[in-house]
């Protein structure tokens, strides 16, 4: 399993409008491609001490090719919607892949 990670912060003003965007269009859209080995995506957020919302994707796949079917052969680019980009301040270029080596549930 493969975790894809990326980072997104915007102001206190486009907090609630950006996770609305996330939540009704992006997140629909990635569900609708139909990836092959597509598991899901958790959103996380928090405020930060200046003011910022930070926004964490963790995207779940079975492996790198799942993840280069999503987004392509250059599988780090962090591909930014228009619409996202005018909502945040900065973000991550390009997203973080991780291997699950062990996943315990209690």
């Known amino acids: 399993m493969i975790l894809r990670i990326w980072h997104g912060y915007t102001t206190e003003e486009n907090a609630k409008p950006y996770e609305d965007l996330l939540k009704e269009e992006i997140f629909k859209g990635i569900a609708e491609?139909?990836?092959?080995?597509?598991?899901g995506i958790k959103l996380l957020k928090r405020k930060l001490d200046n003011e910022e919302y930070e926004f964490i994707t963790i995207m779940r796949f079975d492996n790198i090719d799942s993840v280069k079917e999503f987004i392509g052969e250059d599988y780090e680019y962090a591909y930014v919607l228009p619409e996202a980009q005018k909502l945040l301040k900065r973000y991550d270029k390009r997203s973080q892949h991780y291997e699950i080596l062990q996943e315990l549930d209690y």
Do not use: A, E, M, V
């Not at 491609?33 to 598991?39: D, F, L, Q, S, V």
């Open 33 to 39: 491609k139909n990836i092959t080995g597509y598991k």
